[in-house]
C-alpha cells in the first residue's frame, strides 16, 4: 500500500518541550510515511538541547525564514494567482475568520502571506495532505494554504489554552474545513464539540500522544527523590509544589527541576531554602536518565490537556503525583497508577506526596500499573499506526472511521 506524503506544521519545531511531535513524526517516517516538517519561526537555540532536536531543525522548512525572500513570496504568490477564484476564496477566508480589530486583520493577512509560500512548498514537494500540531495561529496558515493549494489538511487539538478563546482562533471554522482533528483525549473532543457544529462531531477522532515504553527503563530508586519536568510558567502551579515542600518533613527529601521558562528567577527565589536544583531544559535520553533515578514525579498544573511527561514518569515505573484536571483522570486513575489533588491545594499535594514515599512497595506497584497503561494506551507506535491510518483513509474519500480508530494490520 502506498502512503500518502504528509507535512506537518507547527508554530515552531523541534522544541524541547514539544518531543511528542517529534516522536510521532519518527513514528509516522517508521511507518513508511514522508513527511516534510514545516515551522512557522526558527526554533529557539535554546530548544536544540539533543542530537534528536538539532536533526530535525536542519531539515525543517522553516516559512517566516523564507518569506524574508522577496523574490520567493511574489514567485509564491503569482502562482496561486493564476488561479484566481481559489485565490480570491482563500483572502476572503483569511478576512471573515481574522480576529476583531485593525490587528487582527493585520495578522490574519500576513499569515494568507506565509500560507502562499507554504502552499507553494508543500505542491513542489508533492505533498498530499498537511497536519498541524496546536491549532492556533499556525493552524490558520494550514487552514488558508489548503484552501489555495487545494492541499487536504487536518489538526491535533491539546487545550487547555486553546479552549480560552475559541472564537478568537475560529476553532469552529477550522473544525469544519479540516478532512479530520484528531483529539487528544475525549475531554478535548467534548471541548471542540461545544464550538463546533454538530454535523462535523463523527470526524473527530481520539489520538492519544504517546511514548516509545522501550527508551524508559523501570526506576528502582528507593529514597526521596522527587521530579518535575515542564515549562516553568504560571501554569504549571510550581509555587504550590515549594509550598508543599515546606511542610514535608522527610529525610533527604530533594527536587530535581528540569525545565525553564518565565517564572525561573522567581521560583529560584522561593526555593533558596529548600532542597531543590534547577537544571534548566533536558534532552529526551537525559530525562529519561533522571527519571530512572526518581522515586515519585510531581505536576501540580492549573491546565493541562494530557502531560507527556506523566506518560514519561509511568513508562519508568514511576507513581505519580498531580492535579485532578481536563484529560489528566484519562491517564492518571487515583490510588492505581498516582495521586490525583485538586488544583491549587497545598495541603493536599503535601499529603499525596508524603503519602506517595511512605512506603516503596505500594509505590512499586503503582509504578507497575502505570507502566502497563502507557504501554496499552499510550504507545507511540500504535497511536501513529492509528493516525496513520486515518491519512490513509480520509486520502481514500472513506466514510469517517469510529471516534477510537482501529489499528490497521
Given at each position: 500500500m502506498t502512503l500518502p506524503k504528509l507535512a506537518y506544521l507547527t508554530g515552531e519545531y523541534p522544541r524541547a518541550s514539544d518531543t511528542f511531535i517529534q516522536r510521532e513524526v519518527a513514528a509516522l517516517r517508521g511507518l513508511g510515511h514522508e513527511v516534510l516538517t514545516c515551522s512557522i519561526r526558527t526554533t529557539g537555540a535554546e530548544h536544540l538541547v539533543g542530537p534528536e532536536q538539532r536533526a530535525e531543525h536542519a531539515r525543517t522548512f522553516k516559512v517566516l525564514q523564507a518569506c524574508k525572500s522577496p523574490l520567493r513570496l511574489a514567485r509564491a504568490h503569482l502562482r496561486w494567482m493564476r488561479q484566481p477564484g481559489r485565490y480570491l476564496k482563500a483572502l476572503a477566508l483569511a478576512w471573515k475568520t481574522a480576529p476583531k480589530g485593525i490587528k487582527g486583520r493585520l495578522f490574519n493577512l500576513i499569515y494568507f502571506l506565509e500560507a502562499g509560500v507554504l502552499a507553494d512548498k508543500l505542491a513542489e514537494d508533492g505533498v498530499q495532505h498537511l497536519h498541524n500540531h496546536i491549532a492556533k495561529a499556525s493552524c490558520t496558515v494550514a487552514m488558508l494554504a489548503s484552501e489555495l493549494s487545494g492541499i487536504p489538511y487536518s489538526f491535533t487539538i491539546h487545550g487547555p489554552d486553546i479552549f480560552f478563546e475559541p472564537q478568537h482562533w475560529r476553532i469552529d471554522e477550522k473544525a469544519a474545513r479540516a478532512a479530520f482533528v484528531a483529539c487528544i483525549s475525549d475531554y478535548a473532543r467534548s471541548q471542540l464539540m461545544c464550538f463546533a457544529d454538530q454535523a462535523h462531531w463523527d470526524r473527530f477522532h481520539i489520538i492519544h500522544c504517546g511514548v516509545d515504553p522501550d527508551r524508559y527503563t523501570a526506576s528502582t530508586h528507593e529514597g526521596a527523590e522527587l521530579l518535575f519536568v515542564g515549562r516553568l510558567a504560571a501554569v504549571k502551579g510550581v509555587p504550590v509544589l515549594l509550598d508543599a515542600l515546606r511542610g514535608l518533613d522527610h529525610p533527604g527529601l530533594h527536587l530535581t527541576v528540569i525545565g525553564d521558562g518565565p517564572d525561573r528567577a522567581a521560583l529560584e527565589e522561593q526555593a533558596k531554602a529548600l532542597s531543590v536544583s534547577f537544571v534548566g531544559y533536558k534532552s529526551q535520553d537525559e530525562v529519561a536518565g533522571a527519571l530512572s533515578k526518581t522515586d515519585v514525579f510531581v505536576l501540580p498544573s492549573f491546565a493541562e490537556g494530557v502531560p507527556v511527561v506523566l506518560m514519561e514518569a509511568m513508562a519508568s515505573g514511576v507513581p505519580v503525583v498531580t492535579t485532578r484536571i481536563a484529560g489528566v483522570p484519562e491517564l492518571v486513575a487515583d490510588g492505581l497508577t498516582g495521586h490525583l489533588v485538586p488544583p491549587g491545594?497545598?495541603?493536599?499535594?503535601?499529603?499525596?506526596?508524603?503519602?506517595?514515599?511512605?512506603?516503596?512497595?505500594?509505590?512499586?506497584?503503582?509504578?507497575?500499573?502505570?507502566?502497563?497503561?502507557?504501554?496499552?494506551?499510550?504507545?507511540?507506535?500504535?497511536?501513529?499506526?492509528?493516525?496513520?491510518?486515518?491519512?490513509?483513509?480520509?486520502?481514500?474519500?472513506?466514510?469517517?472511521?469510529?471516534?477510537?480508530?482501529?489499528?490497521?494490520?
Open positions: 491545594d497545598t495541603v493536599a499535594l503535601r499529603r499525596a506526596i508524603a503519602e506517595a514515599l511512605k512506603d516503596a512497595r505500594p509505590r512499586r506497584a503503582m509504578g507497575a500499573t502505570g507502566a502497563a497503561v502507557v504501554r496499552a494506551d499510550f504507545n507511540i507506535a500504535i497511536e501513529a499506526a492509528r493516525l496513520s491510518g486515518l491519512f490513509v483513509s480520509y486520502t481514500k474519500g472513506n466514510p469517517p472511521p469510529p471516534k477510537r480508530p482501529e489499528v490497521p494490520q
